[in-house]
């Protein structure tokens, strides 16, 4: 199972670092990716990260804000967020892939954690 932690309430213009981490698997070998879904909206992907790290992708909205990445050695995988904004506000989901890859489709992640709240004041 998939634990995703470090939400919380911030201000506009804050930061604040999800950590993902899998208790009793490893997904080192999986792209990984972080996901967040705000009310009356689709789940939708923010950022992944390949096997090693090697490769990321990201949402647009989110390029030079947020930044993944992962511990292999701890089985853990990060989003530092930072310059946030109202609209980042929503539930945020970890899932591992079934490929190696940063995947960008959801399709290809079938491993989900249980999200965690972030709230962004203005």
């Known amino acids: 199972q998939l634990q995703a932690s470090g939400g919380g309430s911030v201000q506009a213009g804050g930061s604040l670092r999800l950590s993902c981490t899998a208790s009793?698997?490893?997904?080192?070998?999986?792209?990984v990716g972080w996901f967040r879904q705000a009310p009356g909206k689709e789940r939708e992907l923010v950022a992944g990260?390949?096997?090693?790290?090697?490769?990321?992708t990201y949402k647009e909205s989110v390029k030079g804000r947020f930044t993944i990445s992962r511990d292999n050695a701890k089985n853990t995988v990060y989003l530092q967020m930072n310059s946030l904004k109202s609209e980042d506000t929503a539930v945020y989901y970890c899932?591992?892939?079934?490929?190696?890859?940063?995947?960008?489709?959801?399709?290809?992640?079938?491993?989900w954690g249980q999200g965690t709240l972030v709230t962004v004041s203005s």
């Open positions: 899932a591992a892939a079934r490929t190696a890859a940063a995947a960008t489709q959801k399709a290809l992640y079938n491993y």
């Open positions: 009793r698997r490893t997904f080192s070998n999986n792209g």
């Open positions: 990260i390949s096997w090693n790290g090697g490769s990321t």
